[in-house]
């Protein structure tokens, strides 16, 4: 079982920077692909970026792409999402999930363990 912790979120102005962080427990965290997602009000839960169990593979949505970086550290049993040049639209409760696969994971339904969400307000 993993018990997963996001922590980073907070307000920032358009343009600006923050980085969230997954930590994880179990001792066979590393064995689990890790993703973000992202949950407006009103809106359904969407795929943020996947990172593969050793963090060789990666892959975003297109929303994000070339603003925000997923990486991990399974040393640390840490998941990480820099987000960069963020947007008022990027205004989400952001989770961190982990599914007991090898390979990238995008869709909700294929992840096992789901943490609390922290919340990312950017405003303009």
């Known amino acids: 079982q993993v018990h997963l912790v996001e922590s980073g979120g907070g307000l920032v102005q358009a343009g600006g920077s923050l980085r969230l962080s997954c930590a994880g427990s179990?001792?066979?965290?590393?064995?689990?692909?890790m993703g973000w997602f992202r949950q407006a009000p009103g809106k359904e839960r969407e795929f943020v970026a996947a990172?593969?169990?050793?963090?060789?593979?990666?892959y975003y949505a297109d929303s994000v792409k070339g603003r925000f970086t997923i990486s991990r550290d399974n040393a640390k049993k840490t998941v990480y999402l820099q987000m960069n040049s963020l947007r008022p639209e990027d205004t989400a409760v952001y989770y961190c999930?982990?599914?007991?696969?090898?390979?990238?994971?995008?869709?909700?339904?294929?992840?096992?363990?789901w943490g609390q969400g922290t919340q990312v307000t950017v405003s303009s």
């Open positions: 990172i593969s169990w050793n963090g060789g593979n990666t």
């Open positions: 179990g001792r066979t965290f590393s064995s689990y692909a």
């Open positions: 999930a982990a599914a007991l696969k090898s390979g990238l994971v995008v869709t909700t339904w294929e992840y096992d363990y």
